[in-house]
């Protein structure tokens, strides 16, 4: 029963997170660690709205937009490979969630 390591990326820069699943990605296929993905997400976006009046006549700031990219990594078995990803440094403003899950095989009868 193989372990699944799941590796969700995310960050407001699309393309400072499109070189870090690269990364990840010409790594994996050097080591021949079988990867499924990136799966890319459709972007969030967000908004917040600044409620600071500017004066005694009630103007506000405009919202604040900020635009989230997902990608997502399946890692399948190659436990060292996951380990290593993981412990990695990633650039600021990168977020990486790690989860991980054994699966088991069709017809393994488990």
Do not use: C
């Amino acid at each position: 029963m193989p372990f699944v390591t799941t590796l969700t990326l995310t960050s407001g820069d699309r393309h400072r997170l499109d070189d870090v699943v690269a990364d990840i990605k010409e790594r994996a296929e050097r080591k021949g660690v079988e990867l499924k993905g990136p799966h890319p997400k459709s972007p969030d976006e967000l908004r917040v709205p600044q409620s600071k009046t500017l004066g005694p006549d009630g103007g506000r700031f405009d919202p604040w937009n900020h635009t989230v990219y997902t990608r997502t990594i399946e890692i399948v078995g190659y436990e060292t490979f996951a380990r290593s990803v993981t412990e990695e440094v990633f650039p600021d403003g990168v977020h990486v969630d790690v989860g991980v899950e054994q699966r088991t095989q069709l017809g393994s009868g488990s």
